[in-house]
């Protein structure tokens, strides 16, 4: 990305603090997080679910929610987009569970920052292969949660057909897509369709998006068949939406991708769509 000049402007992370995890996560979670990844001397699963940790993983899981938080905090100053390139994702943590690769809910410990100091409503949008269980699990409160994801796949949650709930004034939307893979065309029509709608009746004060990559075709660990080139129309119709409610402020947070080829295009093309809406 630095050599393609997507990297212009940086602003640097930050590690999250007990508080800002704590809107999220429960105080034995946080504590289970850090007994069991400062004594893993070796790799190891941690025991709510299947996330890899060894005694680096809780540096680096403060740093990406702080990043993220980094990230919010910039595109709410500059009323603009801001993309955190953080690693571990975090879409799949749940309050008090980490689980594929996840173990803090970057996303939603920056929706919840948000909230804290503004008050108002976020909508997250989640085009991650897998469905965002962990976002969804803490919706309400001014979280609204819209997002595709593969079905039947991992992890299980989301359902398998079309389906919408409101969770006090907020919503639950999900859109399943089938684990053959999709055309470019349709995925694209699903979020031109998707997006506008939702956002109308969130009228959001910031959007949030769970920028996962891996449903691209040939990612190992996703793949729906899709070009990299849904990234550029996915990136256009979040401006447009983001113009009309949000003053332009949108925080991407990177989820899944796992081709670094893809995973760079596709980033890149989100990049350029965001330009070009300024
Ligand atoms: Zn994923």
Redesign the pocket.
């Known amino acids: 990305m630095r050599a393609q000049g997507v990297l212009r402007e940086t602003i640097a992370a930050r590690d999250a603090s007990d508080a800002e995890l704590l809107r999220v996560h429960t105080p034995p979670y946080l504590e289970l997080v850090e007994r069991e990844t400062s004594a893993a001397q070796t790799p190891r699963y941690l025991s709510t679910g299947d996330a890899v940790v060894d005694a680096r993983s809780l540096a680096a899981a403060r740093r990406a929610a702080g990043g993220a938080v980094a990230a919010m905090e910039a595109a709410v100053e500059e009323n603009a987009s801001v993309f955190a390139l953080i690693r571990p994702?975090g879409h799949h943590a749940e309050p008090d569970r980490g689980m594929g690769f996840c173990l803090f809910n970057n996303i939603a410990v920056a929706a919840r920052a948000f909230l804290a100091s503004h008050g108002g409503r976020v909508l997250v949008v989640d085009f991650?292969?897998?469905h965002g269980n962990g976002t969804q699990a803490v919706a309400g409160d001014g979280l609204s949660y819209v997002g595709t994801h593969a079905a039947p796949a991992y992890p299980g949650t989301g359902g398998g057909e079309p389906n919408e709930t409101q969770r006090g004034s907020d919503v639950i939307a999900n859109v399943p897509l089938p684990v053959g893979g999709i055309a470019t065309e349709r995925f694209v029509s699903i979020w031109d369709a998707l997006l506008p709608r939702i956002a109308a009746q969130v009228r959001p004060d910031l959007i949030l998006v769970s920028a996962?990559f891996?449903y691209v075709a040939g990612d190992p660990?996703?793949d729906l068949g899709i070009g990299v080139e849904a990234a550029s129309a996915l990136g256009e119709r979040i401006a447009a939406v983001a113009a009309e409610y949000c003053k332009n402020r949108v925080v991407y947070v990177l989820?899944?991708g796992y081709d670094l080829d893809a995973l760079t295009e596709s980033i890149a093309r989100i990049a350029a769509a965001s330009d070009a809406s300024r």
């Open positions: 994702p991650d292969y897998h996962g891996d660990v996703g989820e899944g």
